[in-house]
């Protein structure tokens, strides 16, 4: 009998990028269209249910007749304006279920695809247009908070980029870049926080970005922004990780709250326990069949109200892990964007990303005059596919916005 040969899954691997720019097409495609969804009235547990399916039918799209496991990375979840972490009701629980977003409302879309277990998940920070179809453009605070948020998460990518890794001139010059000490985690967050208050807004403590690796979204490495209760972050983003990138910023003071909502989104845990209760079985079986260690929400379950019961031993024995509903502790707006990338030797490249902020529509007085900032964010995220003549520098927040313009081109390619 023939060994069975073992499968690289490292980004040496070009089936490896393939399948985790699938997922990220099919997540791109699927935010689309649930953004389109997102207006005044509309029920979030209908756009949430409405959402999956569409994600559903994405996925049996690819890759037909190969055997290998694919479905959702993250469930379709729509979280209201001071709400941080992904948000999914239960048609069960009548409060939650009936909740409708409101018109100019700040809300969060969240939601992913995997491929192989290989996933992507993206979250974008939308404001609900009115059922009246104004041409009302968001200004204010609204505007200041997205803002803030964008060019946030534009300074995270660049400050993931390990050093030297694209820096030109002769090779003593590359070779000493390259031996710099990657920027610490408080560096990061001192940056970032500056960055933030230039809109007069807040980080949301503890936002955390993980390494992604295959069937595991919270990897061995983190980076903590803005951490308390004594949590902090481990290792440094390296040539050949993949990362869920995650940036949530608040009007208010960024301090957070347990809400008492219930919580419905879950993710199977490496820990293995003998469950008492047969009901506690039969639910983990249909979890772990259905999902792998891939997070999901409980109305994803054949029987709502029986996973309702059944995962109570499953998360006090630990075996699964229960996400808290938690929200901004003066109930402020938050925005909050998630990307996930893959760093190369060519730098970072958006796998799957919020569109671009369109600077046109978003009316802010405010702006970044921080030099250090300013710089950084004039840096491109990756080196040019091909030799350019000598270009005239470019104001930072044009040279971001025109990096993204390109991106959304080559990805169409």
Sequence with gaps: ?????????TLNNPDTLTKYKTAAQISHRVLETVTGWCVEGEKILSICERGDKLLDEEVAKVYKGKK???????????????FITPFTPLSTDRED????????????IQLG?????????????????SEKKDDEKPSGREADLLSAAYYANELLLRLMIPPGLLASGSDEVKKKAAAEKPITQSKITHLLEKLVKSYDCNLVEGTTSWLFERNEIEGKKKIVLAPSDGSKGEGVPEVGDVWGVEIAVSLGTGKIKTLENRPTLHRRTTITYGLKR???????????????????SLRQLDDERAAKVGVVECVRSNVLRQYEVVADKDAAPVARL???IAITKNGVIRLSAPPALDSSKYQTEKEITDEEILRILEQP???AKSKNKKKKKKPAKKAVEEEDEEEESSDED
Excluded: W
């Design 68 to 82: 290998i496991l694919k479905g959702i990375s993250h469930p379709t979840t729509v979280s209201p304006s001071s």
């Design 97 to 108: 279920s009936s909740t409708v977003l409101k018109a100019h409302e700040v809300v969060k």
């Design 381 to 383: 995220v990756a080196s």
């Design 1 to 9: 009998m023939a060994e069975e040969v073992a499968i690289d899954y």
């Design 338 to 340: 998630l990307t996930t």
């Design 278 to 296: 047969p009901s506690s079985r039969q639910t983990l079986s249909e979890i772990v069949k259905k999902f792998g260690t891939f997070p999901f």
């Design 113 to 129: 695809a995997q491929i192989d277990g290989l996933g992507t998940i993206l979250c974008d920070t939308i404001i609900v247009p």
